[in-house]
């Protein structure tokens, strides 16, 4: 069975600063992908990143950066200097056993404010 | 480059009354392909998914269907809807295999 947990259902920030989105998963498997979404106000879920089990290097893209740990089953989402155009809810997801569906995270909801 | 379209943006049905909502992928074959509902400020239910022409597996039963009739075209129906089925529907597909989704603008069904 998968899991994911966000723990954080909302965050509010001020513009500028520094914020670590948390994900927690749950697998047997010992082949998993973990993934991370953004759904802005719009409503489209646009695809961010995707980790391999079999990499913990981490990844850096602009002010977004992922920490993917296996000891502790985190893949921890850090927006640096935030935006407002950050704000949005971001889902956290988990494919293993070579299953052809992803399970969600409930979302974290992001609001920058000015 | 792929692309993922769905229609109607928003609808307003009445209850009782059908439902259809199409999906299309351009610029893929074979695509897996999902079928999500999120009820307002909450997570995401994956409704269906599709490996392949007339291959669908129902993940929630309910008064919904969906079908694949043709490689890169998705249809979510209903027979009768009900103020339940209210929310927003969004069309994904993946690449064969483990890969990440890409999602379609989605379509926002209002029930009355």
């Known amino acids: 069975a998968q899991k994911v947990t966000q723990a954080q259902t909302e965050i509010s920030v001020v513009e500028k600063e520094d914020v670590t989105l948390d994900c927690v998963y749950e697998t047997r498997d010992t082949t998993y992908y973990l993934f991370w979404y953004k759904q802005p106000p719009s409503g489209e879920l646009v695809f961010l990143i995707r980790?391999?089990?079999?990499?913990?290097q981490n990844e850096i893209s602009g002010r977004y950066s992922w920490n993917f740990q296996k000891s502790t089953s985190s893949f921890n989402f850090t927006i640096t200097a935030s935006q407002v155009v950050d704000s949005a809810v971001y889902f956290c997801?988990?494919?293993?056993?070579?299953?052809?569906?992803?399970?969600f995270g409930t979302g974290t909801k992001l609001q920058v404010i000015p | 480059s792929q692309t993922i379209h769905q229609w109607p943006a928003t609808l307003v049905q009445p209850v009782g009354s059908p439902l259809s909502l199409e999906c299309t992928v351009e610029g893929t074959s074979n695509p897996n392909l999902y079928w999500y509902r999120q009820a307002a400020g909450r997570g995401l239910q994956l409704l269906f998914y599709?490996?392949?022409?007339?291959?669908i597996s129902s993940e929630v039963p309910q008064n919904l269907s969906a079908s694949r009739p043709q490689d890169r075209q998705f249809i979510l129906s209903s027979k009768k809807l009900l103020l339940s089925d209210s929310g927003f529907y969004l069309c994904?597909?993946?690449?064969?295999?483990?890969?990440?989704?890409?999602f379609g603008p989605g379509t926002r069904l209002t029930v009355t």
């Open positions: 997801a988990l494919n293993s056993g070579g299953y052809q569906k992803v399970t």
């Open positions: 994904a597909w993946s690449v064969r295999g483990v890969g990440e989704q890409y």
């Open positions: 980790r391999n089990s079999f990499d913990e």
């Open positions: 599709s490996v392949g022409i007339g291959q």
